[in-house]
C-alpha cells in the first residue's frame, strides 16, 4: 500500500471550477486528478528518474558543506 502525504494548496475559485470540471470528464476526483497532474510532471512513473551529473551523490562526495561549495565558488569569481 502507497503512503500518502496530505498537503494543502492556495488556488483562484475559477482554477479550481476548471480542475473540478476536467477531473470529472476523466471521471477522476480532484485530489487524484491534481496527483496524476504533479506525477506526470516531474516524471515519478518513469522507470529511471535523471539525476545531475554534478549532484553530490553522483561525484562520489560522501559529506560536503554548503560553505566550502559557496569559499570555492566565490575564490574562482574573485580570481577570474
Not at 33 to 56: A, M, S, W, Y
Not at 61 to 72: D, L
Request: hydrophobic share 35%.
Amino acid at each position: 500500500m502507497k503512503k500518502y502525504h496530505r498537503t494543502t494548496i492556495t488556488i483562484p475559485q475559477e482554477t479550481y471550477q476548471k480542475l473540478k470540471i476536467l477531473a470529472a470528464l476523466q471521471n477522476k476526483s480532484v485530489s487524484a486528478f491534481i496527483r496524476d497532474l504533479i506525477q506526470e510532471t516531474i516524471g515519478v512513473n518513469k522507470k529511471k528518474i535523471e539525476t545531475f551529473p554534478f549532484g553530490k551523490y553522483e561525484l562520489g562526495v560522501k559529506n560536503i558543506a554548503r560553505e566550502k561549495i559557496y569559499q570555492t565558488y566565490f575564490r574562482k569569481k574573485i580570481s577570474s
